[in-house]
């Protein structure tokens, strides 16, 4: 079997139109704007960055372009503390970058997705500052969550919950006349406190603010922590034991079912869009509660971590697959499909690593290997690649939207030597090193072999790039037909070219270990994961993941056959 020739033939792009459905079987570029490229040298990604490297997602093949906080921010969480929602961090651009990145990424056929981060702001927002100039009672700070300390002087927080990124969830503040006052709740870092959306004056600012980036030709939302704006902290607030196994629904933080109503006013404002704006629910559920964000009336789809949770494991990723195609047929959404992300350990790295080398939860793997500096256990960078290309071939063989991250099509690795004096993680301090957060899949892309940054900008870059970063950058790859790069482009047009309902048949009897899947119209995808060669079935091999052996699938290797 040889490669198709065609697989390589320039796809032309296409421009987006009026097509309500686009975003079901898209596949979405995630762009981590800080550390994607840096046009003026600063050493921090920026929009015209992004904007000069369109050619290169273009090339890539994507359907759209899911942009991560690109607000101005202090950057206590990577700018998911925002301070103003209606417009650009000055040193990423100004609104004027930010219409002329969409415009042009629009003209080259890729849709605009943006992040919208509602369950928090950041405490230099206009109205967390108005908060702490204001009385407790007062209407400012009940756009927050205020509550008095416990203890005879209230020197006790109101609950003993725990941050997300470690440490206590309430912070307390300096009232005006100098004496120790309130308590603010806020899920994640200090700096971000949670908003309250009991209050009509935060539901309406959150209306506008899409609306506001809507008209400017957004073509959707990703919505952070999707999962936690509507809590009950009726007192007296239970302790952190009391709700730790709460019923589905009941938990007084996380995934009420208030929290849809909040939706139903969105999807108004997303449909009075043509075409209706999409949104994506980053809610960190039970699979069995998933379907109500991504029902239609709501936001319309909702993440699935599961394929980033599962080991490199056939069985594994057959049940996640079947589950989630069963669950999305009961929202009516499709499914999404994610296996790397600006929070998660890059999937190439989890792949070399000992199953149950790390966590599991949260995309949890490989943390504990982070904590060693990358040292130990030893990390196997040439097999996770390989099964990292092949689980990324079958993710994209599946029907329904992929979410790729920047710089898994480069088969970057994660980085795990940073320095603990140039770390950013909130989850690093916070926990008080024992852990060491994300940075690692944060670090500036390297597009050139050279360079002060390769490429990534004229000067150095806000995080330390490893020397093996040289050997991966994109203009290398362009030169090699094996590389990732490669492989990406022509599994993208591939897709393009094959895609048609989004409807999946597993074929049985391709052997343990092997996962068979047709789609409609004659594509197949077959992946080994391993440990022996598989025979293929019959038909023409159009692209896969790794070198076949006498016309065998090898061990961690996915093929599509047409
Ligand atoms: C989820 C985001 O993906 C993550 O990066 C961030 O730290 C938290 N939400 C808090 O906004």
């Known amino acids: ?164 990124f470690g440490g206590p969830a309430w912070t307390r503040v300096t009232e005006p006349d100098g004496t120790p006052g309130q308590w603010y709740l806020h899920l994640f870092a200090a700096e971000q406190p949670d908003l309250n959306w009991d209050n009509p004056e935060v539901r309406q600012d959150f209306l506008t603010t899409l609306r506001f980036w809507a008209d400017r030709g957004v073509d959707g939302f990703r919505v952070d922590v999707a999962h936690a704006l509507a809590k009950d902290l009726t007192e007296p607030l239970p302790s952190a034991a009391e709700i730790a196994d709460a019923a589905h629904g009941t938990h007084p933080l996380w995934d009420r079912d208030e929290v849809h109503a909040i939706y139903t006013e969105w999807r108004e404002v997303l449909d009075s869009y043509t075409p209706p704006r999409t949104a994506v629910a980053e809610a960190w559920v039970h699979a ?69 080398g790390g966590r599991h939860g949260q995309g949890q793997d490989g943390v504990d290997w982070l904590l060693t500096g990358g040292t130990s256990p030893v990390l196997d960078a040439e097999l996770g690649l390989r099964r990292a290309r092949a689980a990324t071939l079958l993710m994209l063989a599946l029907p329904g939207s992929a979410y790729l991250y920047q710089g898994e099509e480069l088969g970057l690795h994660e980085v795990a030597d940073i320095p603990a004096d140039r770390r950013q993680d909130p989850t690093f301090f916070r926990s008080g090193g024992t852990e060491v957060g994300r940075d690692g899949c944060r670090v500036p892309l390297p597009w050139t072999a050279d360079g002060p940054s390769f490429g990534f900008g004229d000067g150095p870059a806000h995080l330390p790039q490893p020397a093996w970063f040289a050997a991966l950058a994109a203009d290398v790859q362009e030169r090699d037909p094996h590389a990732t790069l490669t492989l990406y482009r022509e599994a993208l047009a591939w897709r393009r070219r ?62 599509w056959l047409v």
Do not use: C
């Not at 047709?518 to 159009?542: C, H, K, M, Y």
């Open 1 to 164: 079997m040889t490669p198709d020739p065609a697989a390589t033939a320039p796809v032309p792009p296409r421009t987006p139109g009026d097509d309500a459905d686009w975003w079901r079987q898209a596949v979405v570029y995630q762009v981590y704007p800080r550390s994607f490229a840096d046009s003026d040298g600063d050493g921090l990604g920026d929009l015209r960055g992004v904007t000069s490297r369109i050619p290169h997602l273009r090339s890539l093949g994507v359907d759209a372009v899911w942009l991560s906080p690109f607000y101005p921010s202090a950057l206590a969480d990577g700018g998911y503390d925002v301070d103003d929602y209606r417009a650009v961090d000055p040193r990423l651009g100004t609104l004027e970058d930010f219409d002329a990145m969409a415009a042009a990424l629009h003209a080259a056929g890729i849709r605009l997705i943006v992040d919208i981060v509602p369950n928090h702001s950041s405490n230099r927002h206009a109205w967390f500052r108005e908060a702490l100039a204001a009385p407790p009672g007062s209407p400012a700070r009940d756009r927050y969550l205020f509550r008095d300390g416990g203890g005879p002087d209230g020197s006790l927080p109101p609950s003993d919950w725990q941050s997300v």
């Open 288 to 356: 069995s509660r998933r379907a109500r964000y991504a029902v239609p009336g709501g936001l319309g789809q909702a993440f699935n971590f599961d394929l980033l949770q599962a080991d490199w494991d056939a069985k594994q990723f057959r049940t996640v697959v079947t589950d989630n195609l069963a669950l999305a047929a009961e929202s009516g959404a499709s499914s999404t499909w994610v296996l790397s992300n600006h929070d998660v350990v890059r999937h190439a790295t989890r792949y070399g690593l000992p199953p149950g």
């Open 498 to 559: 094959l895609q048609g309902p989004e409807e999946l048949e597993w074929v049985e009897g391709s052997g343990e270990g092997v996962l068979h899947l047709r789609r409609p119209g004659g594509w197949q995808s077959v992946t080994n994961f391993g440990p022996e060669p598989a025979d293929l079935p019959p038909g023409i091999l159009a692209v896969a993941s790794g070198p076949l052996e006498d016309g065998r699938l090898p061990a961690d290797t996915t093929a």
